[in-house]
């Protein structure tokens, strides 16, 4: 399978708390996407790097890449508890993408 | 709302029964995913469409699945001769088309109990 893997599969803070969350992956990439699921629900996509780009910001995410390593890191600051979710890394490989197997992100108020 | 939808939201059936999933994308979007998720999983691909064509498959796709996608419009997917191993949640996603930037919109998915 080509699946990734996210690390932890479930993690629990403190609102205001930082959530930091890791995916690795398998093969080689181009980019490597984000998304985030609410209970129940579609997912909706949160930001892309690409391969020659080691870190990335957008709001209260912060992404790294290390391809060196075949691996990325999801950071959400201040959180909140709307950032209660399951995030995702996902990956492109010819025209499928390959979710990974999700971090299930609880923020506490 | 101009997202993508799909219909029903949850169905029931019993084992043995057919059913038929449909996806409306988002109108712009020429490429059409559906996706299985079961508990505690990420989506798996089922295959895609890039305008009516249907471009891939995966060998999750038995052959009592089948997906359409007549005029590129809306999609269907069905399941016949269903089992208990066919319940999870179906994700339908659209996208640009635009390679390995392409960038889905999910739908909120239709989940299925056979029991």
């Known amino acids: 399978s080509q699946q990734g893997e996210e690390d932890p599969q479930a993690l629990s803070i403190q609102e205001g708390e930082n959530a930091t969350m890791n995916c690795s992956y398998k093969t080689s990439i181009n980019n490597l996407q984000w998304y985030r699921q609410n209970s129940g629900r579609g997912l909706v996509h949160l930001i892309l790097i690409r391969s020659n780009e080691r870190e990335k910001h957008s709001g209260r995410l912060r992404v790294t890449l290390d391809t060196s390593k075949k691996s990325s890191s999801l950071l959400i600051t201040a959180s909140r508890a709307a950032d209660t979710a399951s995030y995702f890394c996902a990956q492109i490989t010819g025209n499928q993408f390959y979710f990974g197997t999700g971090t299930s992100l609880t923020v506490i108020p | ?115």
């Open chain 2, 1 to 115: 709302d101009t997202g993508v939808s799909q219909d029903p939201r949850h169905k029931i059936t019993k084992r043995g029964q057919n059913v038929t999933f449909r996806c409306d994308p988002i109108s712009e979007h020429n490429r059409l995913y559906w996706y299985r998720q079961t508990l505690g999983q990420g989506p798996e691909f089922l295959t895609y469409f890039q305008n009516e064509a249907q471009l891939e498959k995966s060998r999750l796709l038995s052959d009592r699945f089948s997906a359409e996608r007549p005029k590129g419009s809306f999609s269907t997917l069905e399941i016949q001769r269903t089992e208990q191993g066919d319940s999870a949640m179906y994700l339908c996603a659209s996208s640009w088309g635009q390679g390995e930037e392409d960038t889905q919109y999910f739908g909120p998915g239709t989940r299925l109990t056979v029991l």
